[in-house]
């Protein structure tokens, strides 16, 4: 019953998390070049011929950018929701189908699928649970705030990949203008290091043995930082393992069950 999953990369020049079983095979977001995605892919031992889906969290680039092409070259369905379908199909040609329903269970394989709605300014944004059997992994990449809700949804995951975008003291006095960095910091932004990591305290359960932490900026934030910050949170307390997404480079390979 086991699945595997990497992070292919993460941050504003791009999102791809590749999913998969011994049948199935999906990315959630497509933000990296057809070629630079299939590179990642096969860094993996992934194959982009065996590609069956992508799902897309929202219309910004960093995760739409190479959607269009990796379904001409290799063929796969595009899931997303109505308000993104539309985005996809008006600005890039792509004809999305079938239309996934904020907190409706999509199955593919074995895989179950559920996005959820969460608060970001693009025209709708889900992150998605991806279950398999009683296996569950959560992902929200792009998010202002965190709500009971969302953290009910992560609750009892195996991992967890969540952004811890910015350090706010980093981002204030940064090179960012002021209409960015207000945007940034809004409830429909970016999750800072802080919010990201009272946020883990409350959700990492017993079962969570690995985070992510994702979309780190480049220029308001270091790795180091939202590491830190995450690993202080638990104190010297049980702490899962937990992984900085590069924007460069492709993640481990974390087996689920
Ligand atoms: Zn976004
Ligand atoms: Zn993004």
Not at 28 to 38: I, K, L, M, Y
Not at 223 to 244: D, Q, T, V, W, Y
Request: hydrophobic share 40%; with cysteine.
């Amino acid at each position: 019953m086991a699945f595997e999953f990497c992070v292919l990369g993460s941050g504003s020049g791009g999102n791809s998390v590749a999913f998969w079983d011994s049948e199935t095979l999906f990315l959630v977001d497509a933000g990296f070049s057809c070629r630079e995605t299939a590179r990642r892919m096969g860094q993996a031992g992934l194959d982009p011929e065996n590609l069956d889906a992508i799902f897309i969290s929202h219309e910004h680039g960093d995760h739409v950018c190479g959607a269009s092409v990796i379904r001409k070259k290799f063929g796969p369905r595009i899931l997303t929701t109505p308000p993104v379908g539309g985005w996809l199909d008006a600005k890039m040609g792509l004809a999305t189908e079938p239309i996934l329903i904020a907190d409706e269970t999509e199955a593919l394989g074995r895989f179950l699928v559920t996005p959820f709605g969460v608060s970001h300014d693009a025209s709708f944004t889900v992150g998605f649970t991806i279950g398999k059997g009683s296996r569950k992994v959560a992902i929200a990449t792009d998010l202002g705030h965190v709500t009971p809700e969302l953290e009910k949804i992560f609750a009892g995951s195996d991992a967890i990949i969540l952004e811890s975008n910015h350090d706010v003291q980093m981002l204030k006095e940064g090179p960012y203008p002021a209409f960015l960095k207000k945007r940034i910091l809004g409830k429909q932004g970016h999750l800072s290091n802080a919010q990201s990591s009272e946020a883990l305290l409350r959700i990492v359960g017993q079962r969570t043995k690995h985070v992510t932490l994702a979309h780190i900026s480049r220029e308001n934030n270091t790795p180091e930082k939202a590491l830190e910050e995450a690993s202080n949170a638990f104190g010297s307390g049980n702490k899962p393992e937990i992984e900085a997404a590069s924007q460069f480079d492709i993640g481990k390979i974390i087996k689920i069950g």
